[in-house]
């Protein structure tokens, strides 16, 4: 039987058997819909709004800022849209963004422009980095919202988050940040850090899919775009996922509890697996900054290797591993971060991500080593790219 080892985490994360175990009753036994105002309905609500807390709590921000959504996506579609059609009235119409968001922040970017808005998509470094002289020079009268992210989730690259939400307060432009891959291992309070909006999300940090929030900071003008009984105090209309907010709520209480111990050892399994490679395996790079990036994540390029083939040739040896970011995997495009950060397309092309979790151990990153060794050096030898580098 193959060995199975899971190194994919930044795209989903299984379910920690604690946080499905406070779940399991909202399936079955408090079922309740939260506007009820039965006593079931009410139970349920309850316990929504004590995961609200939890989250809030975990943040620094106050639980009424708290809007629960299905998804990442989704409260980063909310940010962006939300506030560019609240201001309107403000006749603010710019909107900066950089070269490496996530899907749903760029393809939102996109659409807002076809609806009249201007955009500006920073550059970044070749470590993918934002510098925050770039950014007060793209600010003008103009500007709205300046959307961020936190920790890149194919690259791991940490932005300095407080230091540009400083610089958006300083012009009086609002900030969003997506820290779907930061939060829980990387300390946050949205006050200190200058942050107006947040977007985080369950199935990242072992709670269950299909739900995420957005923090949204008090002073923040923003409009739902989806419509209905006003759930969500107006903002997120659509019968409340109890269970999954529960899980949610359950999960950021753990990573609360074990947060900072967890993170310490995801960072030596890391570098760990950064160094083996590096060391064993000639023509590679890390890709990202070799320091301030998360904890969990590794994103190599393998010269002359295809990341498709080297994807599948670990899979076929029972190690589960992406070539960038899950949502867009399927594309044949090169990353438009890697390209971003200053790859060739044959580089991006040969980039894969390696992200470790919960249940990751040392002898996982060994086995992983052994066998990235063999396979590419296997690949290589019909590549017509590779010229022993």
Excluded at 49 to 75: H, L
Excluded at 109 to 120: C, E, I, R, S, Y
Excluded at 129 to 141: G, T
Excluded at 151 to 169: A, R, W, Y
């Amino acid at each position: 039987m193959v060995k199975q080892i899971y190194l994919d985490y930044a795209a989903t994360t299984p379910v920690d058997p604690r946080v499905l175990k406070l779940m399991m009753p909202f399936f079955t036994k408090k079922f309740g819909n939260t506007m009820s105002l039965h006593r079931l309905g009410q139970e349920a609500n309850n316990s929504v709004e004590d995961a609200r807390k939890i989250i809030a709590d975990f943040i620094g921000a106050s639980p009424e800022e708290i809007v629960f959504t299905s998804s990442a996506s989704e409260s980063n579609n909310l940010a962006l849209k939300g506030t560019a059609f609240a201001n309107k009235i403000r006749k603010k119409n710019h909107i900066i963004v950089t070269k490496i968001e996530h899907d749903c922040v760029m393809e939102s970017a996109h659409w807002l422009q076809q609806q009249g808005f201007k955009v500006t998509y920073l550059t970044v470094d070749k470590f993918g980095l934002v510098d925050p002289e770039e950014l007060k020079k793209a600010i003008n009268s103009n500007t709205l919202l300046v959307s961020i992210i936190h920790g890149n989730n194919e690259i791991g690259s940490v932005q300095d988050i407080k230091k540009i939400g400083k610089i958006c307060h300083d012009h009086n432009v609002y900030f969003h940040t997506d820290a779907s891959q930061s939060i829980g291992k990387i300390p946050i309070n949205v006050k200190e850090m200058n942050i107006d909006m947040l977007t985080a999300s369950s199935h990242k940090i072992y709670g269950p899919k299909g739900v995420a929030c957005l923090y949204v900071n008090k002073r923040v003008l923003i409009e739902p775009i989806i419509h209905g009984g006003g759930h969500e105090k107006g903002l997120r209309s659509s019968t409340t996922n109890a269970a999954g907010i529960v899980g949610f709520g359950a999960a950021v209480d753990i990573f609360n509890k074990e947060g900072k111990k967890e993170t310490l050892r995801l960072k030596g399994l890391r570098d760990s697996l950064i160094k083996k490679i590096l060391k064993n395996i000639k023509g590679t790079r890390l890709n990202g900054h070799p320091v301030s990036r998360l904890a969990n994540n590794v994103n190599i390029s393998f010269i002359g290797v295809e990341g498709e083939s080297l994807t599948m040739e670990l899979d076929f040896n029972g190690i589960a591993v992406s070539t960038g970011s899950a949502c867009s995997s399927k594309t044949l495009e090169p990353s438009h971060v890697l390209t971003a950060c200053g790859l060739k397309p044959e580089e991006a092309h040969g980039s894969i991500r390696f992200s470790i979790g919960r249940w990751t151990k040392e002898e996982d990153i060994d086995y992983t080593v052994k066998t990235l060794i063999k396979v590419v050096n296997k690949l290589r030898q019909f590549s017509p790219f590779y010229h022993g580098k």
